[in-house]
């Protein structure tokens, strides 16, 4: 008897099962997956356009300067903490909450340094807050020209 060796197919993986499994995976998370949308504030820097008032009987002027320290009424603060400038609001204003503040800060200044000088006017318990503007050299530009 003679025995014919089979010949045997080469031996093969079915990928079949693999592509369902990853499909539904796919599905998985494209089904429990959240997709948030960030919101985001646009800031619009005020420029001024009015003229400046000449005087002001009482105010309080805080200068933020380019290395974040402060000036309160063009004294210079010994350093650039909340405690400190409170200290200098409490006795420049003797008291009085309703005077006007002012804040003029460098362009260069720290978004913090400013954000600590209207923190620590909100903490004194002063509710007039303003901040001080350039006239935007577009508008003088056009100012000339007429």
Known sequence: MKFKRRIQDEPSINLTP?????????????VTT????????QVNLPEAE??????????????VSRDGSFALNGQTLVNG??????RGLA?????NLDLPV???A????SHQSVVTAM????????????????RSEQSGAQDTDN
């Open 106 to 109: 460098d362009s260069q200044a």
């Open 91 to 95: 006795l420049e204003s003797d008291g």
């Open 81 to 86: 903490r909340v405690e400190t400038l409170l």
């Open 34 to 41: 959240t997709f948030t949308r960030e919101t985001r504030l």
């Open 119 to 134: 923190d620590a006017i909100g903490q004194a318990g002063f509710a007039r807050l303003s901040i001080a503007t350039q």
């Open 18 to 30: 693999l592509i369902d499994v990853v499909f539904l995976l796919l599905i998985f998370f494209m």
């Open 50 to 63: 009015a003229e400046t008032l000449s005087t002001q009987s009482e105010r309080l002027e805080i200068v």
């Open 102 to 104: 002012i804040i003029v």
